[in-house]
């Protein structure tokens, strides 16, 4: 039997390092929580009667000598935890004994070093379950699981990997597992067509959080609307009097494309600037980038939610991390945005973020931008290119299996 003790930062790293070096046929003697770490003692070769009979005569075999100060959780037969140390004095009803305050305190102590172990010991028997019924669908279901791993290479997030892959036929050949995922992407990724023909009439209004473009893809959406439709057709509105220089800037924009831009400071000053610019063909909004912890998020949804045939567009960066999307999201929902524009593709560097909340929240995609050029770096959203173009930025090595049972093995289980 040969043993060996591993520390790592936490328990999910501690088994990845036990099924590196030692195999799945590893077994997990005990695990202690230390201030640098998890500690897990392993051992390959287990022989449980050699250990029984080691103990009995009081030796430790060739498990290495256990730190007295913290006590041991035991997991390779039967899981043994200590309850926390009870004081047997008599407690009076008038007045504390002496000492029964450190004898509280150190019941606490090992309640809380009780509680840290069996929730360590929980976290390992999961990663265990993971793993077990990921490797199982692996050997009954290969083509399936060749898809989720597809999926997760393109850096779809989990719960959108598993339920694109529930709507795949039972039985699929090695040629459709290959190239499924592409075409599965493809088909639940809405786009809206705006733009393809010119029916970008109406107003707009672009909302998101800070930093996501909202101006510079108002003024590609502009120049786009003059070139097709005049510059007097044109109108440009700004609701953004929180960032300095923001009207400046769009304004900017405005008198290198000829087109004037109004400023509305409230409800009643859009209604009446949309009320005037009723007759042009495109009326573009810009809107203050408000996140969604932000106060003022509600007085701009509730100035938006008050004008009439106001289409609101949700501008999200293709490089931010998938859990801001989703928040950011999230935060816009109650303003029921129709549709939305996918800024930086240029700086992403995978797309499967962004593509996992588009699907989940099915969410029309207008329009795609990949650089400041105006009106350049600009297009109409193709779910095959956005897809395809993911594919060309997905990592180039296939995830390995820690990783797939974390993200599947307990869902495989639970099904």
């Not at 409800?267 to 949309?274: F, G, I, M, T």
Request: hydrophobic share 45%; glycine share 6%; charged share 25%.
């Amino acid at each position: 039997m040969k043993i060996k003790r591993f520390v790592a930062a936490d328990m999910r790293q501690a088994m990845r390092e036990v099924r590196e070096e030692q195999g799945p046929e590893a077994v997990i003697l005990s695990t202690r929580r230390m201030e640098d770490g998890i500690e897990v003692i392993a051992a390959i070769d287990y022989d449980e009667a050699l250990m029984r009979e080691a103990s009995r005569h009081g030796a430790p075999a060739e498990t290495p000598p256990a730190d007295r100060s913290e006590p041991t959780l035991h997991v390779a037969s039967e899981p043994v935890a200590r309850a926390p140390r009870a004081s047997a004095a008599p407690v009076a009803a008038a007045a504390e004994p002496p000492g029964m305050r450190p004898l509280m305190e150190r019941a606490a102590q090992d309640t809380a070093q009780l509680r840290s172990e069996l929730g360590s010991m929980r976290e390992m028997l999961e990663m265990q379950l993971s793993s077990l019924a990921w490797n199982d669908m692996e050997r009954r279901q290969p083509l399936r699981a060749r898809v989720l791993r597809e999926m997760t290479r393109l850096g779809i997030e989990a719960d959108v990997a598993r339920a694109l892959v529930d709507e795949l036929p039972d039985q699929i050949n090695a040629e459709q597992a290959r190239y499924l995922p592409l075409g599965m992407l493809s088909r639940h990724l809405a786009v809206s067509g705006r733009g393809l023909h010119g029916d970008d009439r109406g107003i707009t209004a672009l909302v998101g959080p800070t930093g996501v473009g909202k101006t510079t893809t108002i003024a590609k959406l502009a120049a786009r609307a003059v070139m097709r439709h005049g510059a007097d057709q044109v109108a440009l509105v700004s609701t953004d009097h929180y960032r300095i220089g923001a009207a400046a800037q769009l304004e900017h924009y405005g008198r290198l494309l000829g087109v004037r831009v109004y400023p509305a400071y409230d409800a009643e000053s859009l209604r009446k600037v949309l009320e005037m610019l009723r007759s042009r063909h495109t009326v573009l909004i810009d809107t203050a980038g408000v996140a969604g912890s932000d106060p003022r998020l509600t007085q701009q949804l509730e100035i938006l939610a008050d004008a009439s045939e106001l289409r609101a567009c949700l501008v999200l960066a293709a490089n931010a991390q998938s859990q801001s999307l989703d928040d950011a999201v999230r935060a816009y929902l109650p303003l029921k945005p129709h549709a939305c524009i996918l800024t930086k593709l240029d700086e992403a560097p995978s797309l499967g973020g962004a593509l996992s909340v588009l699907i989940r929240h099915r969410l029309p995609l207008d329009y795609t931008t990949d650089g400041q050029r105006v009106p350049e770096d600009i297009a109409t959203a193709d779910a095959r290119v956005l897809v395809c173009r993911a594919a060309q930025s997905a990592r180039s090595h296939a995830p390995d299996e820690s990783l797939m049972a974390e993200r599947f093995g307990l869902a495989v289980a639970s099904a």
